[in-house]
């Protein structure tokens, strides 16, 4: 900041006053938007249970997306689980479109990987079937590991809806 | 933590005790002190697999008839509910796991990632074999163990390109793999319901030769040289699985000839065929027989599939006498040679025995003294053949109840439910136990069969509803109709107009009494049904399918809505007969009529009686009847009493 020092003196005093302030006397920055839902003006913006709750509330009202060991101390595999988690969701809601209405729940029990939503009535059941068959062999074998599909369907979207804001 | 709160909880004197640990003990091993001086025995360890716990863990939940198979996704909107539905469902599901599976070749450089220790094969693409690979007689040999057949003749044919020598081992073992299969692909193991529902389009195809001659198992044969016993047997069993009987049975004369030692297997298969090689049931025998006489002189011991080669042999006869003296022959000389029958041995047995045209044979009541409540295991092809033809013969041969409930019990023991076969036979089976059930059980008895059974076990096909209906008609047990007409129209049953007859002369013919309690309901229900039947048939018309109203039916339907006090439809329903009459073949009984002009009067609607009556003497029935009927009933005003003058005369106003 040399340069600033020479040219414009105020500024350079400046500098050195915000270089003086302490982190408790900094800016408030404690909102948590994250897992939040901003209301809307119109107040239309459909909300699910699991929605409507804010992430405090797991464990309490509401449970976890994933479920697996990778977390405890000196467990395997944390950071490969959480991205294929990720992977997971991606796939299933890219393969299912516009049909899943609800978080995609992940279970890891010993080698295999349940997988758990609610999927809307909009396809028949016998294209349902062909997309179970599709997602549970392809992620089976990308992850290399048995996968189960564990959905309940919905006639309709509405169903799920638990509030709107 | 745990602790101090019992702690707590307890009297004083008792925590003393339960500290000190001296008092009193409440184990088991105070009880047990008098056995002191038998030293304790550590019984000797048992070897378990891996699976054996689960196994344990499987054998203690049978098949829940409450739900639907497991292979199905346990929601309501993906239950299938009838048998196309079954069978497209389960199929779906595999033709999506076989669209993953293409992907999954398709793009293999993705899929080559090792996420398993040790790196599990079968998650991995399978190997590409092009016209360029660098392969050796190593991959070769892997390819057929792993029985790969199109990509080891690949191969084999790249090694040959190249001049690379093949062992003589190596090409008997990919003879026996291209005589197995003739030189085709074979279904992949991993498609199950390929299999479960494939064998109804093979049965056809069988009988006709389809043994591929002068084809690559013929060319390997004739490179081995010397010829050893292995290759004969390997083109031997491959012709005769094929159905090429005339050659096989050459090239074992010529293996006689040059005196080469062939197995038992190989025979097997010859006499397997022998239907094929001779014509009449004598010569068949005889050949059988010399057959069986070189096997004994080239002392080779037979086993199981001898014996069923040999029955299966003797059900191609023709004359049923010979049959059977020659099954009654054979089973006792085998059982003298310590082989133990299979389930296709009585499978056999059932054919030869139990003919159509035969006389009465009660064979299967000593097969089931055999067998029942043993626990069986496959051991021969045709074994699942047993349980489909068992029940047959119980209901079409002997009609025996009590037989059918043996053979069930039979089926449902231990793991013998993998003896089912495939989907096919698994209906027959259902389809002959359920037809037998509903003809010689009580009614009540037989619902509750078919309560347990229908729909997630079985889904009865047109023909065994027909029979159903027909055991509620003869015990005029109409209160079930209601139920049976919702579980037809789940099946998709409501297009088959003999069907739809039935179950309305059935709610017709059987008047619910309203005395009893039980019938309270009935009449509403009846009409709920008939109206219900109405509409279905309105709207298939309309779509142009095969179903029309006849006015039989339309009759029935109107009597149902009349006596179910639902009068309004009643009219609409008998609108439409009468709009339509040129169309609708037939016309409504008399007695419908009746009833409904007795309803019209009731409800005080004598125009409705009047056309009544007018359709009535359009179409020259009975009229004069009604008339008087309509006459006494209701006090008739001008125009009403002109237009029954016009209708049917004066004559009948003075009597």
């Not at chain 1, 003196?9 to 006397?25: D, G």
């Not at chain 2, 009935?522 to 109405?534: G, I, N, R, S, T």
């Not at chain 2, 409504?588 to 009067?601: D, G, H, R, W, Y």
């Not at chain 2, 005003?637 to 209708?647: D, F, I």
Request: aromatic share 8%; hydrophobic share 40%; net charge neutral.
């Amino acid at each position: 900041m040399n340069f600033l020092n020479k040219l414009v003196p105020q500024v350079a005093l400046e500098v050195q006053q915000l270089s003086k302030s302490a982190i408790h006397t900094s800016a408030v920055c404690c909102r948590v938007q994250s897992g939040r839902y901003r209301i809307t003006t119109k107040r239309d913006r459909p909300l699910t249970y699991e929605m409507a709750n804010p992430p405090h509330f797991i464990g309490h009202r509401k449970s976890w997306n994933s479920w697996n060991t990778s977390t405890l101390k000196d467990s395997l595999r944390p950071s490969q689980t959480a991205i294929e988690d990720l992977f997971i969701r991606k796939f299933v809601t890219g393969t299912w479109h516009a049909l899943v209405s609800s978080e995609i729940i992940i279970k890891r029990q010993h080698n295999t990987i349940r997988i758990a939503a609610l999927i809307r009535q909009a396809i028949s059941p016998r294209k349902m079937y062909f997309l179970i068959g599709y997602t549970e062999e392809l992620l089976s074998s990308w992850m290399q590991c048995p996968v189960t599909l564990e959905l309940q369907t919905v006639a309709d979207k509405k169903d799920v809806v638990f509030k709107y804001i | 933590m745990y602790l101090s709160r019992h702690l707590r909880l307890l009297p004083k004197a008792n925590i003393a005790r339960s500290l000190n640990g001296g008092g009193v003990h409440y184990t088991t091993a105070s009880s047990a002190a008098p056995a002191e001086d038998s030293p304790i025995q550590i019984p000797n360890r048992i070897q378990r697999s891996p699976t054996d716990l689960l196994q344990a863990l499987a054998g203690t939940v049978g098949r829940d008839s409450t739900a639907p198979h497991y292979k199905y996704h346990d929601d309501p909107f993906l239950i299938p509910m009838s048998n196309a539905a079954k069978r497209t469902y389960a199929m779906s599901k595999e033709s999506g796991r076989k669209a993953a599976q293409w992907i999954k070749e398709e793009h293999r450089d993705l899929f080559l990632h090792h996420e398993a220790q040790p790196a599990i094969e079968k998650f991995a693409p399978s190997m590409v074999f092009t016209e360029d690979s660098q392969v050796d007689e190593t991959s070769l040999s892997q390819l057929i163990s792993q029985g790969e057949l199109k990509d080891a003749v690949l191969v084999y044919s790249l090694l040959e390109k190249k001049g690379v020598a093949i062992s003589s081992d190596l090409k008997q073992s990919l003879l026996e793999l291209v005589c197995f299969y003739n030189n085709e692909d074979p279904l992949p193991e991993e498609w199950i319901e390929e299999r479960w529902f494939l064998q109804n389009n093979r049965r056809r195809e069988r009988s006709g030769k389809t043994w591929k001659d002068g084809d690559l198992a013929e060319k390997l044969y004739s490179e081995i040289e010397p010829k050893t016993p292995e290759s004969y047997a390997a083109l031997i069993r491959g012709m005769a699985k094929y159905l090429q009987g005339e050659r096989a049975f050459a090239l074992l004369q010529e293996a006689a000839e040059k005196r080469i030692q062939l197995d038992t297997n190989t025979y097997n298969s010859i006499i397997q065929i022998v239907s094929l090689l001779k014509d009449t049931a004598e010569q068949r025998w005889q050949l059988c027989t010399d057959l069986l006489q070189e096997m004994s002189q080239q002392k080779l011991r037979p086993n199981i599939g001898t014996l069923n080669a040999v029955l299966e042999c003797i059900s191609t006869f023709g004359n049923f006498k010979l049959a059977r003296t020659a099954a009654l022959k054979v089973l006792p000389e085998f059982k003298q040679l310590g082989v133990n029958p299979s389930l296709g041995t009585y499978y056999y047995l059932l054919i030869i025995f139990c003919r159509e045209r035969g006389p009465v044979s009660h064979i299967i009541v000593d097969i089931l003294n055999d067998i029942g409540g043993k626990e069986l295991s496959i051991v021969h092809p045709k074994d699942t053949y047993f349980f489909a033809t068992a029940m047959d013969v119980c209901r079409n041969h002997l009609h025996d109840k009590s037989l059918a409930k043996k053979v069930d019990a039979l089926l449902h023991t231990g793991k013998n439910y993998d003896l089912i076969g495939d989907s096919f036979k698994e209906s027959i089976y259902y389809r002959n136990f359920l037809a037998l059930l509903c003809q010689t059980e009580t009614i009540e008895d037989f619902m509750q069969t078919y309560d347990q059974l229908v729909p997630n076990i079985y889904i009865p096909e047109p023909g065994i509803m027909e029979e159903i209906l027909r055991a509620v008609e003869i015990n005029g047990a109409v209160e079930h109709v209601p139920r049976i007409w919702s579980d037809m129209v789940v099946f998709d049953h409501t297009h088959r107009e003999s069907l739809l007859l039935y179950v309305l002369r059935i709610m017709v013919n059987n008047k619910p009494s309203t005395d009893s309690p039980a019938h309270q309901q009935l009449p509403e229900q009846c009409a709920k049904v008939a109206l219900d039947m109405y509409e279905k048939v309105e709207e298939a018309v309309k779509r142009l399918r095969k179903v029309s109203f006849t006015g039989q039916m339309l009759g029935d339907i109107l009597t149902l809505l009349v006596r179910g006090d639902n009068f309004e439809k009643a009219t609409e329903v008998f609108a439409h007969i009468d709009k339509n009459q040129h169309r609708i073949p037939g016309t409504p009984s008399e007695t419908a009529l009746q009833e409904f002009v007795e309803a019209s009067i009731q409800n005080k609607s004598p125009s409705q009686a009047l056309t009544a009556l007018q359709y009535a003497v359009d179409n020259n029935m009975e009229s004069s009847t009604l008339a008087r009927r309509i006459h006494n009933g209701f006090t008739l005003n001008e125009t009403h009493l002109a237009k029954l003058k016009s209708l049917v005369g004066e004559s009948f106003l003075e009597k």
